[in-house]
């Protein structure tokens, strides 16, 4: 006979495209990012019993670092974790982030009230920081925020919140920007990257040569955020471009990275690396009306295309 669940929630969250400042924003300097339209769905049932379960295995729970923490930092036992998603796995585009914020939304859920989206952003964090051991707070505040964000710096548009500071970096304000209303373009290589190993290679490069490149990414960034304030779409291409070039200087580009965005570069206002780099994807912004163009110019290059939208809503929970 089929037990009947203590609770059951499912929620949905949004893929994310870090638009300007990766990396960089782990050292505090500012970072955009994009929510975009990649939904992943979180199924959880509550039972009271342990162990916890992903797809009806207590095994690949237990595998999975994100998920072990996400119940440690929110608190929950006897889950059956379900997850659906349109994004590709250690791609760049959120997947870790999107699983933790839905099942952190389902764990602090409180009945009716609407989630309490710091409250949501901050645990959320803390539970992907203490799976990874490093990085900033960009994936899940996207996620739970939606639209167009800044994570770090000194705070460019209406507050939302702010993230205390972890393993000795931050903190972070986080502030909504304005969305222009473009979609864009997002590539995946086929290659997972492998966000700690890239973010703790970048840290030893910083700490040896110092922090020029990562101040240069953070100059761009802020004439980024002036770029999207005025919704000047060749301003935002051609730093992109720039964004990419400092990347590449940062050591986080790699041959094949290069030869798509040589190609998709001919074709759109702007292209660079999204996320850690060394393998995951690449974000491109395309001239008015010519995403598909740009689209196939990455299909020609042997990657996974997506034209996407902004997702307008961070992760939300399914009223049952
Ligand atoms: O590749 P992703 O989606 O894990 O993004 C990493 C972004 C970094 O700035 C490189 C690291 C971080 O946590 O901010």
């Not at 929510?35 to 992943?40: E, H, K, N, Q, R």
């Not at 199924?43 to 996400?70: H, K, M, N, V, W």
């Not at 009716?112 to 959320?124: E, G, H, M």
């Amino acid at each position: 006979m089929d037990v009947k669940p203590l609770w059951k929630r499912t929620a949905t969250a949004p893929g994310k495209a870090i638009l300007f400042g990766e990396h960089a924003v782990v050292f505090g300097f500012p970072a955009v990012s994009l929510a975009v339209d990649l939904p992943t769905t979180v199924t959880t049932q509550a039972y009271d019993r342990e162990p916890c379960t992903l797809e009806g295995s207590a095994e690949a729970f237990q595998r999975i670092p994100y998920l072990r923490e996400t119940v440690r930092c929110c608190g929950g036992r006897g889950l059956d974790v379900h997850v659906r998603s349109a994004l590709p796995r250690a791609s760049g585009l959120g997947s870790s982030a999107a699983v933790t914020c839905g099942l952190a939304a389902a764990l602090l859920s409180q009945g009716s009230s609407p989630l309490d989206r710091a409250a949501l952003a901050k645990r959320s964090f803390e539970a992907e920081f203490s799976a990874q051991g490093v990085g900033s707070p960009v994936d899940t505040s996207t996620l739970c925020a939606g639209g167009i964000v800044s994570v770090g710096g000194k705070g460019y548009g209406k507050s939302l919140w702010e993230i205390p500071a972890t393993g000795g970096k931050g903190p972070w304000k986080v502030d909504r920007l304005p969305d222009p209303g473009w979609d864009w373009v997002v590539a995946y290589t086929g290659s997972p990257k492998a966000t700690g190993k890239v973010v703790s290679a970048v840290g030893k490069t910083v700490a040896t040569s110092g922090t020029a490149v990562v101040e240069k990414i953070a100059a761009i960034t802020e004439k980024g955020i002036a770029a999207l304030f005025k919704g000047d779409r060749e301003e935002v291409g051609r730093l992109m471009k720039e964004n990419h070039h400092w990347l590449g200087e940062l050591g986080v580009s790699n041959p094949r990275l290069e030869e798509v965005a040589e190609a998709v570069r001919e074709v759109a206002l702007g292209v660079k690396i999204t996320g850690a780099g060394l393998g995951g994807s690449l974000l491109a912004l395309a001239r008015p009306g010519e995403e598909t163009r740009v689209a196939r110019a990455f299909a020609r290059q042997g990657t996974v295309p997506f034209i996407v939208k902004i997702s307008e809503s961070g992760v939300r929970l399914e009223t049952n």
